[in-house]
């Protein structure tokens, strides 16, 4: 059991970070070289599919990090440190997305893409300040449930 439940964190929490961390890499970048009609449609676009995905992946990586670290409780304490040092990212990212990236994705999903606000860009900006948080916090936080799983098991 132990196992499969360490799988699932560390699987949820790749995927999450991975697809965090590409973004970060090669999405943004391109995207801000698109003109704010171009850069709506894109959003617009997209928010269709993450405001379902991103969400799944948060609750799973969070569910399945609280479950390993009660698993690694009563083993060593670095362990349980770099345990709870994941679950800390995890939730951070949740905090992050819920108080910077959504409530720009939900401004972004009522814009007339053909006519964007005049400060279309500053929204752009601040989401991603947000993405930013949550792309590298995201990967230290991956980085320590892998330590943890691999210090865990030797």
Known sequence: MDRWFKLTHLFSFALLAGFMAVT????????????????????QGMNDRLETLTPILMIATVASGIGALFLVWRRSPRTRALQGLALACAVAMVISTLTINAPVNFAIDTWNTAAPPADWSALRDR??????????VGLVGLLAALVATIWDGA
Request: charged share 15%; proline share 7%.
């Open 127 to 136: 989401w991603e300040l947000g993405h930013t948080i949550r792309a590298y």
């Open 24 to 43: 970060q890499w090669s999405l943004i970048p391109a995207q801000n070289r698109l003109p704010a009609e171009g850069y709506a449609i894109l959003e």
